[in-house]
């Protein structure tokens, strides 16, 4: 009876050990699943002002070349001054994805210290989709280096195919976390 009550006893204090453990890990996973998301919704809305200013390039060019020639000297002043904005924020954008990409980096490091305390079961599966992340993550690193080489008239469809890239990172990061919590 003595050996039952001892072993019940140390058996509640790993249960309370593992419990304190599992809830620091879910708590973990909840926050790195909510700064993702909260840099795609950043990533998004600068991808939409570039299209705003896309629009807005394209209306001064317009203005531009179909300006009196009274008309044409502001318009040239402005149209400078707008082409180096654009400019800024299209490296804003990259350095955004890039620090993007280098968080995505962190949090697959993360999530592979916990999958090494998980059950057998899970860890195998947490390190299959560890192994697809790590090959995702180098694939829009390629693409975001083209990015950045790229020249204006590639730069929107790379862009373009590098928000897709990282949205499904995302997806498959978010549920990787969700199976190391399930």
Do not use: C
């Amino acid at each position: 009876m003595e050996k039952r009550k001892d072993y019940e006893k140390e058996a509640a204090q790993i249960v309370d050990e593992l419990i304190l453990k599992i809830d620091n890990l879910e708590q973990k996973t909840e926050e790195t699943q909510k700064e993702t998301e909260a840099r795609l919704r950043e990533l998004k809305r600068k991808r939409e002002q570039l299209k705003n200013q896309r629009a807005e390039l394209n209306q001064r060019f317009y203005d531009l070349t179909h300006a009196n020639d009274e008309q044409w000297e502001p318009l040239v002043t402005e149209f400078e001054t707008f082409i180096k904005e654009v400019n800024a924020d299209k490296l804003n954008l990259y350095e955004s994805m890039e620090e993007w990409f280098d968080d995505m980096g962190e949090k697959i490091r993360h999530l592979e210290k916990q999958a090494a305390s998980a059950s057998s079961d899970a860890k195998q599966t947490i390190d299959q989709e560890i192994i697809f992340l790590k090959e995702q993550r180098e694939k829009l690193g390629s693409r975001l280096t083209e990015l950045r080489e790229s020249s204006s008239d590639n730069w929107e469809r790379m862009k373009t195919n590098l928000d897709e890239g990282m949205t499904s990172l995302k997806e498959r990061l978010n549920k990787a976390y969700n199976k190391m919590k399930g």
